[in-house]
């Protein structure tokens, strides 16, 4: 059972470039998050989804995109990537509710120079 | 005032030391509550739910106190490989299901 599955584990980009970090899960959930986490800091949520169609704003939305065409996969894209966006990135999903585990992703390191 | 806030440490205790982090929360309305924990570079796993009349899970004790909002985690016997960094993380404020994250406190456990 895969679980959660991001790619890639790690990227470089160049100031203003564009990318996306793709997240699928395997777990038929309806709920899935992207996180950032900044070195010694807490998880910060980005973006969410409580199903296919349906996305919304997290705490720090800003410079950031995602889409949920499929119960699957919920892909995050960087437009115009900056340095403040150097961060690692976890995507997640639960079945939702107040007792759903949040299942995480390996994680995404992205570094902009 | 944060939603969910943790003393970030470093907690330095040796091997067989009992410790006990804290972690409160702003919003009485929180339904329910977990500690994960997050091994360095790796991402966050569920360590243990916390019901309200408290939970043990081998060495772990989980505890929530709803009047004073605080949830707490006792871990007894302390094994190097306890070493990580534990997130508080809190559901359920204003009829939502989107977990919010405490920024974490870090044990260190030395021989």
């Known amino acids: 059972n895969a679980g959660v599955t991001q790619t890639p584990k790690f990227r470089i980009l160049k100031i203003g470039q564009s990318m996306t970090l793709q997240c699928t899960q395997d777990m038929n959930h309806n709920y899935m998050y992207w996180y950032r986490q900044d070195p010694g800091m807490g998880l910060k949520l980005i973006y969410y989804?409580?199903?296919?169609?349906?996305?919304d704003k997290g705490e720090v939305p800003n410079g950031y995109n995602v889409s949920r065409s499929t119960t699957e996969d919920f892909p995050l894209r960087l437009e115009l990537a900056a340095p403040s966006q150097t961060s690692v990135y976890f995507c997640?999903?639960?079945?939702?509710?107040?007792?759903?585990?949040?299942?995480f992703g390996e994680g995404s390191r992205l570094t902009v120079l | 005032r944060k939603e969910v806030e943790q003393d970030p440490g470093p907690f330095n205790v040796p091997e067989g030391a009992t410790v006990a982090f804290n972690c409160t929360y702003s919003n009485s309305a929180s339904q329910s509550f977990f500690w994960y924990r997050q091994d360095c570079r790796k991402e966050p796993k569920l360590l243990m739910s916390?019901?309200?009349s408290g939970n043990e899970d081998g060495r772990f004790t989980a505890q929530l106190n709803r009047a004073s909002q605080y949830i707490s985690l006792l871990i007894r016997d302390s094994k190097l490989s306890d070493s990580a960094t534990y997130l508080c993380v809190v559901k359920g404020s204003g009829g939502s299901y989107i977990p919010t994250f405490g920024r974490g406190t870090s044990l260190i456990v030395h021989p």
């Open positions: 989804s409580v199903g296919a169609g349906i996305t």
């Open positions: 916390v019901y309200s």
């Open positions: 997640a999903s639960n079945s939702g509710g107040n007792t759903g585990e949040l299942f």
